[in-house]
């Protein structure tokens, strides 16, 4: 049975009662605490224009800003929320060849329950648009041909937004972007000017967007100026720099050999950075910024002439980071949930920009040391389980010749590796750098499953639902 064009858009309706459910399950985690989620780094994220460090790529903290201060920063994870839905039933409609919106809201509401998405929404931190742009960009690479111009413009202003909030997403969606290309072939040539044309507008844009905003607030034309400082920091802890600086400072002086002696001193984690605040390392030799591209030359001379150590440490993170599936409330790993001292940069910003919201931050249960029912347990189980399901359908796909399954479940491995890789590698064993993407596994798992039940349904010759019928003749180009 084939239904009108008028009964294929009522099916693909809004739907709010139902999404509406399920936002309210997603914002759940926030209403717990009693106010977003914050981190360390959150003071630049809501910080006004001019407040900004030049460490951090601006263009989170104008989003946040800009919607903290005309509402409230309650609405940043409401828009987050907003935005990672959007692209959750766009990438549903794509490739579960049905573009019924009550299965896109079941598979949401199920990504919600499963995974830490929820929780990244609600935290004051741009680490949410990882797994979004990701997302994004399958569906405008990997997704259906005959996609509404609208939609596509959508979803590559999502795309873009979620690559230019990270220096790490800037380099990662690049490569990846370029992945979707190899994978699209797979299903047949990709379309030059849609294709090939989303790609280099996608690259060209974040690039020029984001050196174009650092030269106009910093007067400085760089992807990251904080980049070098975070990579010597890590091979500092690792006594890696200090080694190699013993032996070449005779033979070569620079002015980071002046303080050898208190890089020998530095056991702790990023204390190149962080010891003794404010008076850093970090800070007295002007790492941050390196107008003179010091340690940029520095980290590669390191890495040339000490490449078996820096391999070993990066192949190190690298493990380490697959293998942190949670964000930490407890204070014994790397700090995403925990509790912030009073003086923090933090709530000095929050108290100067947002002094409506300072009660409401000071009595957060994250602030008070009560954010104790995070099911970390059940998170990190649930993440290898996803991974584990994730490759059991790639090797269906393999089995079955089912191009567009094993498209969809190969990038999605693709991206969460060069997520890892890339900061596992270069920033260092973080669990967020992990959380933020790994809840793609399930959408992506879930998403198949739920394509394979309507194939199973139409090869078996049973009469379809009336949704998945009027559907499946529009997805025809999906398969």
């Known amino acids: 049975m084939n239904l009108t064009k008028a009964s294929i858009r009522q099916l693909d309706g809004p739907m709010p009662w139902v999404w509406a459910f399920v936002g309210l399950a997603a914002f759940a985690p926030v209403i717990y605490n009693g106010f977003p989620f914050v981190f360390h780094d959150t003071w630049n994220y809501v910080s006004r224009w001019d407040n900004l460090s030049r460490v951090y790529p601006p263009f989170y903290s104008f989003l946040a800003w800009t ?5 409230s920063l309650y609405m940043v994870p409401v828009f987050q929320l907003g935005i990672g839905f959007y692209v959750i039933r766009e990438f ?33 931190m741009p680490d949410v648009y990882a797994g979004i742009g990701a997302a994004a960009v399958m ?9 509404p111009a609208r939609t596509w413009l959508i ?13 790490a997403n800037l380099l990662v969606m690049a490569a990846f972007a370029v992945t979707c290309l190899i994978l699209r072939a797979f299903r047949g040539p990709p379309d030059r000017l849609r294709h090939y044309g989303t790609v280099a507008a996608l690259v060209v844009l974040t690039m020029v967007g984001t050196l174009s905003a650092n030269r106009l607030l910093y007067g400085h034309q760089a992807l990251n ?22 032996e070449s400072c005779p033979q070569e002086p620079r002015p980071i050999c002046a303080y050898l002696d208190e890089l020998d001193r530095i056991h702790e984690w990023q204390g190149f950075l962080w010891n003794n605040a404010p008076d850093t390392l970090a800070m007295r030799t002007n790492a941050w910024v390196d107008p003179k591209g010091e340690f940029k030359g520095l980290n590669r001379q390191i890495v040339w002439n000490r490449w078996p150590q820096v ?9 380490s980071l697959f293998k942190m599936t949670t964000l930490d409330t407890t204070g014994q790993g790397t700090g995403e949930l925990v509790q912030l001292p009073q003086d923090d940069t933090v709530h000095t910003v929050i108290a100067k920009f947002y002094p409506g919201v300072v009660a409401e931050y ?7 040391g009560k954010l104790t029912k995070f099911p970390a347990v ?12 994730l490759l059991a359908m790639l090797v269906y796909s393999l089995v079955r010749a089912n191009r567009q399954l094993g498209v969809i479940c190969l990038a999605v491995f693709v991206v969460i590796a060069l997520f890892v890789i890339v900061q596992g590698g270069l920033v260092g064993a973080y669990a967020r750098y992990h959380v933020k993407i790994s809840w793609l596994a399930w959408l992506c798992v879930l998403t198949s499953m739920a394509r394979l039940v309507l194939e199973h349904r139409v090869s078996a010759g049973r009469p379809a639902a009336k949704e998945d019928q009027g559907m499946t003749s529009g997805s025809e180009a999906v398969r």
């Open 362 to 368: 000071e009595t957060a249960r994250q602030q008070t």
């Open 225 to 246: 100026d904080g980049g070098a400082a975070l990579f010597f920091a890590k091979l500092t802890d690792a006594g890696i720099a200090q080694d190699y600086l013993h």
């Open 378 to 389: 059940f998170y990190e189980v649930s993440t290898y389980a996803s991974y584990v399901l």
């Open 67 to 71: 919607i903290g201060k005309l509402t």
């Open 155 to 167: 979803l590559f202003l999502i795309a873009c937004f979620s690559v230019v909030v990270s220096t």
């Open 139 to 147: 569906v405008l690479l990997l997704g259906e041909a005959n996609m």
């Open 92 to 124: 549903v409609g794509a490739f579960a060849a049905s573009r019924n919106s009550a299965l896109a809201a079941l598979i949401a509401f199920a990504v919600v329950v499963l995974t830490q998405f929820a929780w990244l929404a609600g935290w004051l």
């Open 311 to 319: 391999l070993k440490l990066v192949a190190g993170d690298v493990f």
